[in-house]
């Protein structure tokens, strides 16, 4: 990935958390990625499996039938400082996909993220901290497949110790990264950091 999408992290790290200040709940707080769900020293994938690439077809729908997620999928750019856009905060069930990057399915890094809330509550990725090592990512794509991607870890990262080159750089594999805002809370500035979730493709389903 570019410098400029690096900006990502940036973008993310500044949810407000605008439903936890307004309702005065910041005790709920959304779920956090446990230890056991984190890359473990040694081979970085719970499995070796691992399906061959598909040609580049944009994203149109994303499953995580694990944590309740079925959502629409939007192409996301840059804005004029080099940063990623986000998904318009109103829409609580919509993720966002670089689209300047690589597709899901095809080989390297697709980048999709979504908000954890808004002001009037959770949105598409807030319990994707819950998510555990093995579960699944289910991609629609505008060619009729379906990538089907399996969860290798879940990790959660302060904003100024977000690992870049981790998250965004190249794979020879068809990888996924899924990204929300998380970490530590705070009134007055929002959530401190950003909850990763790392995945492959193990699997294609034709339309």
Known sequence: MTAKVKGWALVLAVCAGLWLV??????????????AEAFAAGPNQHTDAAADP?????????RIPEIDVD???SGLGLNGDGSLEVPPAGD???AGWFRD????????????????????????FYSL????????????????????????????????A???EKVYGPSDRAELRVITCGG????????????????????VRQA
Do not use: C
Request: charged letters at 20%; aromatic letters at 6%; zero cysteines.
């Open 129 to 160: 901290g819950a998510l555990k090592k093995g579960n699944r990512v289910e991609i629609a794509r505008r060619d009729g497949r379906t990538a089907v991607f399996t969860i290798d870890a879940i990790e959660v990262y302060e904003a100024d």
């Open 92 to 94: 609580r069930n919509l």
């Open 101 to 124: 990057g690589t597709t899901p399915g095809a080989k390297g890094t697709a980048i999709v993220a979504g908000h954890v809330d808004n002001a009037r509550g959770p949105s598409v």
């Open 71 to 73: 959502a629409p999928v």
């Open 54 to 62: 598909l040609p580049a077809s944009p994203p149109v729908r994303l």
């Open 22 to 35: 307004h309702n005065g709940v910041q005790d709920v707080t959304p779920p956090m990625p446990t230890a």
């Open 184 to 203: 530590g809370f705070s009134e007055k500035t929002g959530y401190q950091g950003n909850v990763v979730a790392y995945g492959h493709l193990i699997g």
């Open 162 to 164: 977000f690992p870049d």
